[in-house]
Every structure is written in structure tokens, then in C-alpha cells.
């Protein structure tokens, strides 16, 4: 598992969902969250991102909060040449609003051409204290 960033989330109730975007450029994004328990072992898919659902919600604080997520990221490929720059964003979202913003440091802003482009992402829910 790559780098782990940890994304402090206010103690309060509601949904907590994932979002991938590319803001400052129009390319499309794809992928599959991948869920672990806090000893990196396996809980399975917790979500699909395509170009046109490009969120998965994982649950609330209290579900989420010793899991770790990794995220398999595509930026996909529109036969550029020659290619274009891309940044890939992923936002935590709380109750629908962005809590956190960040640029995969593994794949996140690069050029995309003719094939697609992979990132990783893997962060950790915490309670704010």
C-alpha cells in the first residue's frame, strides 16, 4: 500500500462519500475503492467511480473510522497528440461538502495521450480530537 494520508473529519453525523475529479482540465476519470481493515488486510470493493458517477459514498464516521482505503484511479485516454496535461483530484466529502482536497502524489498530474494514465490514492478516516 502506498503512502497513507490520514483526512481529519469533524465529529458530527452524516455521510461521508469519495469523489474524483479533474477540475482544472477535461479529462475523465474512472477506478475501484478498495477497503481495509486497520491491519491492511482485505474487506473488499467499497466502491466504482465512472466518468459520469464520479463518487462512492463509504459510510459515516463511526463505520469508517479505523479503515483504510485505497483508491485505483484511470485517467482515460482520449487519443491525444500530443498529450495533455491532466491533475487528478480526490475529495472527502462530509454531508455532501468537501472536507479535503488532494493531488495523488503516485500518478496524480502527469500527460495523457493515447493510453490511459494509472494513480493510487490510500488514506485513512480519522475522528477530529
Known amino acids: 500500500m502506498a503512502a497513507i494520508s490520514v483526512i481529519p473529519v469533524p465529529k458530527m453525523d452524516g455521510p461521508i462519500a469519495v469523489r474524483l475529479s479533474c477540475p482544472r482540465t477535461p479529462q475523465s476519470l474512472a477506478g475501484v475503492l478498495w477497503r481495509y481493515d486497520s491491519n491492511q488486510n482485505p474487506k ?16 459515516n464516521l463511526a463505520s469508517v473510522k479505523d479503515d483504510l482505503f485505497q483508491i485505483e484511479g484511470v485517467v482515460i485516454a482520449q487519443g491525444d497528440d500530443p498529450p495533455t496535461p491532466y491533475q487528478a483530484v480526490v475529495s472527502i466529502l462530509l454531508n455532501g461538502q468537501s472536507i479535503h482536497d488532494e493531488v495523488p502524489t503516485d500518478g496524480g498530474t502527469g500527460l495523457v495521450g493515447r493510453t490511459d494514465e494509472t494513480f493510487v490514492y490510500c488514506f485513512q478516516i480519522r475522528p477530529v480530537t
Not at 459520469?52 to 459510510?59: H, M, N, S
Request: charged share 20%; net charge positive; glycine share 18%.
Open 44 to 59: 473488499g470493493k467499497a466502491g466504482e467511480f465512472t466518468p459520469k458517477v464520479p463518487a462512492a459514498p463509504i459510510g
